[in-house]
């Protein structure tokens, strides 16, 4: 099975290698595909796109045709995660916790509201132990995190937790095929992946 990592910016090797140990977790083999243009798409069953720098990626995938492949791919139904920066470009409304609306490109196809760097810049990284509905007890990896604070339709929040000036918040959402993180679960554990693997091959 082919699967495919939008490797635009980003921790893009960390989501291979979370790829092919969730792969062997299930006992399949995958190929690894390092998705920079739109026919790429075309032949991968799974999709991740990276944390990194959302405003960056989205103005890159723009330059490279690849927002509207991106959404049909993603509405189509092919099984995406999307974590941190990845969250933000999958939420169909993105403002910054310092500058406001951002006005960057996104792929919005997730009935969510997100709040990027709602934990601060890269120094106030960190890591908690999270219970998320669906996947158990996660240690979650915070990197100039978002936070998502709405969502509506048929998207599920997931693993709320308390903000100091945004109240309650949640660290992920699942909509159908799709899954978004605030955090960031290919440093820590291959539940996710496994989970868009299990989309692909029809067990989840």
């Not at 999307?82 to 933000?88: D, K």
């Not at 978002?146 to 949640?170: D, T």
């Not at 955090?183 to 539940?191: G, I, N, Q, R, S």
């Amino acid at each position: 099975m082919k699967v495919g990592v939008v490797a635009l910016q980003g921790d893009v090797e960390e989501h291979a290698e979370a790829f092919r140990k969730a792969a062997a977790e299930l006992g399949i083999a995958v190929e690894v595909l390092e998705v920079k243009k739109p026919r790429q798409l075309e032949d991968v069953k799974a999709l991740a796109l990276t944390g990194g720098e959302s405003t960056t990626i989205g103005i890159l995938a723009k330059r490279a045709g690849l927002i509207e492949p991106l959404r049909k791919a993603a509405e189509g139904g092919l099984p995406t995660l999307g974590t941190c920066a990845g969250a933000v470009l999958l939420a169909k409304e993105v403002r910054d916790a310092v500058v406001g609306e951002t006005g960057q490109p996104t792929i919005g196809v997730m009935d969510i509201a997100v709040v990027r760097n709602a934990f601060g810049r890269q120094r106030e990284s960190f890591e908690a132990e999270l219970e998320v509905e669906g996947f158990g007890k996660i240690r979650a990896v915070f990197i100039r995190a978002p936070a998502v604070v709405k969502a509506w339709g048929s998207a599920k929040p997931l693993a709320p937790v308390r903000h100091a000036s945004l109240g309650l918040i949640y660290t992920a959402a699942v909509e159908g095929n799709i899954l978004a993180t605030a955090f960031h679960p290919e440093l820590t554990t291959t539940a996710f992946h496994r989970r868009v693997l299990e989309m692909a091959l029809g067990k989840a």
